[in-house]
């Protein structure tokens, strides 16, 4: 799992992180609310939680300093990642 997030790329990369943990995310979502439809049971612990909910604070503070879309950028991933682009069309085509 990536650690800091200090550039665009690393937005990205933890988009795919993210999409690659099965999580189907908004990044205003708090990490602790999202909860495994299977078992009935939290996502993530507390600690796990935190820590996701910092990166995606990092990648607010990143996205907003170089005047992306945080939305778009994290849409964007989660739809390549995840093989939606196929019938959703990606942002940045549009």
Same mark, same amino acid.
């Given at each position: 799992?990536? !650690?800091?997030?200090?550039?665009?790329?690393?937005?990205?990369? $933890?988009?795919?992180?993210? !999409?690659?943990?099965?999580?189907? $995310?908004?990044?205003?979502?708090? $990490?602790?609310?999202?909860?495994?439809?299977?078992?009935? !049971?939290?996502?993530?612990?507390?600690?796990?939680?935190?820590?996701?909910?910092?990166?995606?604070?990092?990648?607010?503070?990143?996205?907003?300093?170089?005047?992306?879309?945080?939305?778009?950028?994290?849409?964007?991933?989660?739809?390549?990642?995840?093989?939606?682009?196929?019938?959703?069309?990606?942002?940045?085509?549009?």
């Amino acid at each position: 799992m990536i !650690t800091k997030i200090l550039t665009i790329e690393d937005v990205k990369q $933890f988009a795919k992180q993210l !999409t690659a943990e099965g999580l189907s $995310f908004h990044p205003d979502d708090d $990490f602790n609310d999202y909860i495994n439809f299977t078992t009935n !049971t939290p996502s993530y612990t507390k600690e796990d939680a935190e820590v996701r909910n910092e990166l995606m604070n990092e990648c607010f503070e990143i996205c907003e300093k170089e005047g992306v879309d945080i939305y778009e950028i994290m849409m964007e991933e989660l739809l390549l990642e995840s093989g939606l682009d196929k019938i959703i069309p990606l942002p940045s085509k549009q």
